[in-house]
């Protein structure tokens, strides 16, 4: 039963957070040697009248643009910041995310940080002897554990604080999502780890991105000036807020310059929008930068056949650097077989920053069930399609070949991020990705009147 003190995890009331600001420093010394009645600084509230609750097991995302209050509102609800006025309950063993290494002690060394931190987080000191090495290798940062924590870059710290957070047996998660910045690699490890958390945890996600908060959450809130614009499932508050969103942004499509890049070769490139010449030439000119194949793990899987080369070519067959939206390309996957195989699936999906499935495809249907190999065999399989028009940011392709059917298979080797790319430029308003269109026309039906 909802509302219920044992299906409730979080459960704000009346929540407000008001700060003095003071228009020279001065003033604030005025206040306290002569303050009584007089008032010398400006009432601001960053948050004001905030009441929700979020249940046990759901996923809660807070959207809102720069300066609504997202951070404030979670400080408050982690403990981080005192409210003026209301309160923020939780029910369950909390870790939170935030600002950068807020937790983190920067003189001392990685190693104690994480002592440090998981105590607070509740962690007994058996516990945390039992999983410190998890925990280190998990953050990925190599021989530094034994180095004072200043001396990290931003992803290293970020990389500990996650890994933190994901050994502490926490039931709540409180996380900043402004902070998955860095390394692409550790962002789309830690989105895996949060797709998997969201099954049995609750989770409290802010984010500035529309689509992160439709995949991963049930419920939104738009925060606005602080106050709650609206509440409610994940997909009605994001398509209002990205209807508001797109009104304000509707003067400024194209406005922005950007550097248009030297084009591939012209032959390389199939046109199925009649648009693509002339958005070619403006700002608005859609470029993939495809990086070399060089995975950063082994991937996973039985490896009778094992993924040796994955890329993106042209229609010569090349591989290729840059492609534009538009282009007609080939995603070619080379594998090794080590022992015989009756039926190989090979197969691929490009994810986005947030590991949010774009689209994919695999050889299950074009191949009948039936593509054996032998052992010692090299083969290929290759997709070819239309690079559509991704909103600019980073990419990858993930990789796999498995040993079965479609329904019924057993992974042989699998690679998270086999290859990875960025986007720059194009029209992308909103939505994950543009199809290039066939033909466009308006046509009057009737004569003018
Ligand atoms: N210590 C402070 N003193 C005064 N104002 C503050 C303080 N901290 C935050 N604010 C203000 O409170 C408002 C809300 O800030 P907050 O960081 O919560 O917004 P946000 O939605 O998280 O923004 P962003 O998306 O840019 O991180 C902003 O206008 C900010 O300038």
Request: proline share 3%.
């Amino acid at each position: 039963m909802p509302g219920t003190a044992v299906d409730v995890a979080i459960e704000v009331r009346g929540l407000g957070k008001c700060y003095q600001l003071y228009d020279k420093p001065v003033h604030r010394m005025w206040q306290s040697l002569l303050g009584g009645n007089r008032r010398f600084y400006r009432e601001f509230w960053a948050l004001r009248e905030v009441d929700f609750e979020v249940h046990r097991g759901e996923t809660l995302g807070i959207v809102g643009r720069n300066g609504a209050g997202k951070s404030t509102l979670l400080q408050l609800i982690a403990g981080t910041l005192k409210p003026t006025e209301g309160r923020a309950g939780i029910h369950g063993r909390v870790a939170a995310l935030l600002e950068l290494g807020s937790g983190f002690n920067p003189d001392f060394t990685g190693r104690q940080n994480v002592y440090l931190n998981a105590a607070i987080l509740g962690l007994s000191r058996d516990e945390i002897d039992a999983r410190i090495e998890h925990i280190l290798a998990y953050a990925e940062i190599g021989d530094f554990v034994d180095q004072p924590v200043r001396s990290y870059s931003t992803g290293m710290v970020m990389r500990l604080a996650f890994s933190v957070v994901t050994h502490v047996d926490a039931d709540i998660l409180i996380i900043d999502e402004a902070l998955a910045v860095g390394d692409a690699f550790f962002m789309q490890k830690c989105m895996r780890y949060l797709r998997e958390f969201r099954k049995r945890g609750t989770m409290l996600f802010v984010s500035h991105d529309g689509s992160a908060v439709t995949s991963l959450c049930d419920r939104a809130i738009w925060l606005e000036h602080g106050r709650v614009q609206q509440i409610g499932t994940a997909r009605k508050v994001m398509e209002a807020y990205i209807e508001a969103s797109l009104v304000e942004r509707q003067h400024g499509i194209g406005a922005q310059g950007h550097k248009l890049q030297e084009r591939p070769q012209p032959s390389t490139r199939r046109q199925v929008d009649p648009r693509q010449e002339l958005i070619d030439r403006s700002a608005l000119r859609n470029d993939m930068k495809i990086f070399p194949f060089q995975p950063e793990e082994d991937g996973f899987g039985e490896c009778k056949v094992r993924i040796v080369h994955v890329s993106i070519c042209n229609e010569q067959g090349r591989d290729v650097a840059l492609v534009l939206a538009g282009e007609c390309v080939t995603l070619r996957i080379e594998l090794i077989a080590d022992e015989a195989l009756d039926n190989a699936i090979t197969g691929f999906y490009v994810k986005n920053r947030l590991g949010q499935l774009m689209f994919g495809d695999n050889t299950a249907i074009s191949h009948g069930g039936d593509f054996a190999v032998s052992a010692g065999q090299r083969f290929c399989a290759n997709f070819q399609f239309v690079m559509p028009r991704l909103i600019p940011g980073e990419y990858f392709v993930a990789a796999g070949v498995s040993e079965g059917t479609q329904e019924q298979h057993v992974v042989q080797h699998w690679l998270h991020e086999a290859l990875r790319f960025t986007a720059e430029g194009g029209s992308m308003v909103a939505g994950l990705i543009g199809i290039p269109m066939l033909d466009i026309r308006v046509e009057r039906l009737t004569d003018d009147a």
